[in-house]
């Protein structure tokens, strides 16, 4: 068994639903050693998310992020953790509903992935800043 672990740093993205598959496959390149296993990645932030979704069509992007700005709609009058500004409850909110990890199988040193599977950052601040992700691989 091996174990890989790194942390990575994400650029400032806007807020919204962005595909980052790319991103951690480039800066982990112990993934193609790996026959068979899991990989695990987390983010360290309480304000944006992770989540697996489809990675073809960009509509479904903007369908999400209109869909959790319904469901946890910013300035609303029951909130009380306010000192951050209006889009910061909300962000811990979808952040805790979207959860803060991903956990997919590794065959033959890639991600297991169905044909229209990409992982999301999910940046639900508008000014959120750049996102540490750490990501530990683990297999044979």
Request: hydrophobic share 35%; with cysteine; charged share 15%.
């Amino acid at each position: 068994m091996t174990i890989h672990q790194r942390t990575i740093t994400l650029p400032p993205h806007p807020r919204g639903f962005h595909l980052i598959t790319r991103i951690i496959q480039n800066q982990m390149p112990e993934l193609s050693t790996i026959q068979a296993g899991l990989a695990h990645i987390h983010i360290l932030h309480t304000s944006a998310s992770l989540t697996l979704n489809e990675n073809a069509d960009p509509d479904v992007r903007q369908d999400m992020e209109t869909i959790f700005n319904h469901l946890v709609p910013e300035n609303s009058r029951d909130y009380i953790h306010t000192m951050e500004g209006s889009d910061d409850m909300p962000a811990h909110a979808k952040a805790s509903i979207l959860g803060s990890s991903v956990t997919l199988p590794i065959t033959q040193g890639r991600f297991a992935l169905g044909t229209w599977q990409g992982i999301y950052l999910c940046e639900h601040r508008n000014r959120g800043g750049s996102r540490s992700l750490v990501i530990t691989l683990f297999g044979n």
